[in-house]
């Protein structure tokens, strides 16, 4: 069998990778392992504007605008719902956050998302005694539905492998690339930390942030709103809610942490006025970067072999948009941008 690449992973990455290459008029084959990875764990909350600090993300606003669009053609290509546009409200601890509010707000970077407005109508199943702001023009993407669907599509074109890429069995040399039967011009390797196993990119400055969530049942609970404090509760629908997520740089296993688990239902405490049940307890691993860049690019040595990583914590923001620099580097030799090359760390192989 020949196609013109073969992608290792299928989380977020993969998905705008596989998309990309697909709307090109590329033939692929896609190898997922299926252990959930981020992009399974993940809230899919897109926002661009970073509430703890009242910055905006790297490129926020140009990423937003591009990942809005690539999911909605998605959705119209699938006949399915993915976008759910909701505000986020931002819960003000005291009346310094409330002035840092006020002032963020008014700044031309901001006032497009920040609505100026302090709200102190709160609604009786969330505590905040110092009221809230809006975030608008963000909302949340059903990755898990995402992926499920994109996977069928797959399927259904034998494109779709689900098992572990074996590093070893790879043959490759200027011509092409060779793996098990099937001969491609182009591997892209999209498989968030698991990366760190990878020979090809060995030395990859991937640090991995952990991250713990759980998952709740609350009857009453607000879900007309992704409600923020020092975690966010994210509506799933029929009372269910994403509730996370934790950092920590250190642990570097996919399994939740007592620590990461107790700090969670201490700050839900905080914030929500009704009964709740702890439907599930999970964690994962964010692919984050000390520089916080994505990281993408062409193996120095080998030119056929590629790599998109680094999302970090904004992977619904950043695939899409990296996925298309990615593609048009292999395919039509356009320089990648400085900040997300991997050439700009040295010794990566
Ligand atoms: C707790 C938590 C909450 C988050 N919340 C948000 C959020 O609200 N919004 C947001 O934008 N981002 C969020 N993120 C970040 C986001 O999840 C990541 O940026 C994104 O999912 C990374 O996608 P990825 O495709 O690079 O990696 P992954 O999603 O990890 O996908 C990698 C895939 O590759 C497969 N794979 C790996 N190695 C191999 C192999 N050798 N062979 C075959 N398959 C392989 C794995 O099975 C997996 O399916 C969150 C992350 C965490 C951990």
Known sequence: MK???IVVGMGLAGLAMVDHLQKRGKSVMVFDSRQKGASHRAAGVYNPTILKRYTMAWEGPALLKYAVSFYRKLELELEQKFLHPLSIARIFSSVAEQNMWTTAADKKQFSYFLNPSLHHTVPPSIKAPFGFGLVHHVGRLNIPKLL????????????????PFQYNRLVHNKQQLLYDGITAQHLIFCEGVSAWNNP????????????DIIRIYAEGLDSSRIWKSGL?????????????ASFNNHCKQNIPTDKGQEWLVQQLER????????????????PTIGD????????????????????????????PQMA???????????????????ERFSSLC
């Open 148 to 163: 499920e669907s994109y996977q069928e599509k797959l399927i259904s074109s034998n494109s779709w492998r689900q098992e």
């Open 200 to 211: 090809f990119f060995k030395d990859l400055p991937l640090r991995g942030s952990h991250g």
């Open 3 to 5: 196609v013109d690449a």
């Open 232 to 244: 966010f509760i994210v509506p799933q629908g029929e009372n269910l809610f994403w509730v996370g």
């Open 271 to 286: 914030v929500i006025n009704v009964p709740y049940e702890i439907q599930s307890s999970e964690a994962c691993i964010r």
């Open 292 to 319: 916080r860049r994505p990281l993408l690019g062409t193996h120095p040595e080998y030119n056929r072999i590629h790599l998109l990583n680094g999302l970090g914590s904004r992977g619904v923001l950043t695939a």
């Open 324 to 342: 298309a620099y990615l593609c048009r580097a292999i395919y039509d030799e356009l320089p990648l941008p400085e900040a997300v090359n991997l």
